[in-house]
């Protein structure tokens, strides 16, 4: 089972931040939170991912909380194009054979209006 | 790079038929996976595999089976096809184990009749 939790759905306005949360209350210190996307049935499409410090880069950045157990994916100036499945997806960093597997949920669907 | 490469993108069987998907992959990622994912549902792992002869199963592995000869290809084999095997299929890699993104494949998306 996933281990994270998240809305199901979201709306944002052209333009605006989008801020997508994710619950991971029961993360462990060795465990990563990585974010990917998935637009209309494409194959998902990987984002950011990070340990404990804020990250950020071309597509979007990651907010971590202090205590880890949650956090939050933003887009800073949502299109259309956006409008997707996003995942939070926790995971550890180094591992061998199945627990580097990625555990997809249902995700949060975005929709980004004009 | 084309990174991960699926063919065929659609497909149609008939119950009982057989088939392989093919999946490709040219950064010499070392992890390879076989994902399905049902309408409206996240995506689920079939297998996985992490070098070259060396496979394991995942969370839905029934009905399938896979084989890693080399580190560019991945196919997944259906025997038998079913009603419940109609879904999305995804190939992805990863360079190895350690903090790294997959890469994932447009999908394959087949139809059991």
């Known amino acids: 089972d996933a281990k994270t939790t998240q809305p199901p759905s979201m709306d944002c306005a052209e333009g605006r931040a989008a801020n997508l949360p994710c619950n991971h209350s029961?993360?462990?210190?060795?465990?990563?939170v990585y974010w990917y996307r998935q637009i209309h049935s494409q194959g998902p499409q990987y984002i950011i991912h990070?340990?404990?410090n804020n990250e950020t880069n071309e597509m979007a950045s990651l907010i971590i909380t202090e205590d880890r157990k949650s956090s939050t994916l933003i887009l800073p100036h949502a299109t259309l194009r956006d409008t997707a499945v996003y995942y939070c997806?926790?995971?550890?960093?180094?591992?061998?054979?199945?627990?580097?597997?990625?555990?997809f949920g249902k995700g949060t669907k975005l929709s980004v209006k004009p | 790079n084309a990174g991960v490469t699926q063919t065929p993108k659609f497909r149609i069987l008939k119950i009982g038929q057989s088939m392989t998907l093919q999946c490709t992959q040219d950064?010499?990622?070392?992890?390879m996976y076989w994902y399905r994912q049902d309408p409206g549902m996240g995506l689920k792992l079939i297998y996985y595999?992490?070098?070259?002869?060396?496979?394991d199963k995942g969370e839905v592995p029934n009905g399938y089976n896979v084989s890693r000869s080399t580190t560019e290809d991945f196919p997944l084999r259906l025997e038998l096809a079913a009603p419940s095997q109609t879904s999305v299929y995804f190939c992805?890699?990863?360079?190895?184990?350690?903090?790294?993104?997959?890469?994932f494949g447009s999908g394959t998306r087949l139809t059991v009749v």
């Open positions: 595999s992490v070098g070259a002869g060396i496979t």
């Open positions: 990070g340990l404990k």
């Open positions: 029961t993360i462990s210190g060795n465990e990563y």
């Open positions: 950064m010499n990622h070392n992890y």
């Open positions: 992805a890699s990863s360079l190895s184990s350690g903090p790294y993104g997959y890469t």
């Open positions: 997806i926790v995971r550890v960093g180094e591992y061998g054979g199945s627990q580097g597997n990625l555990i």
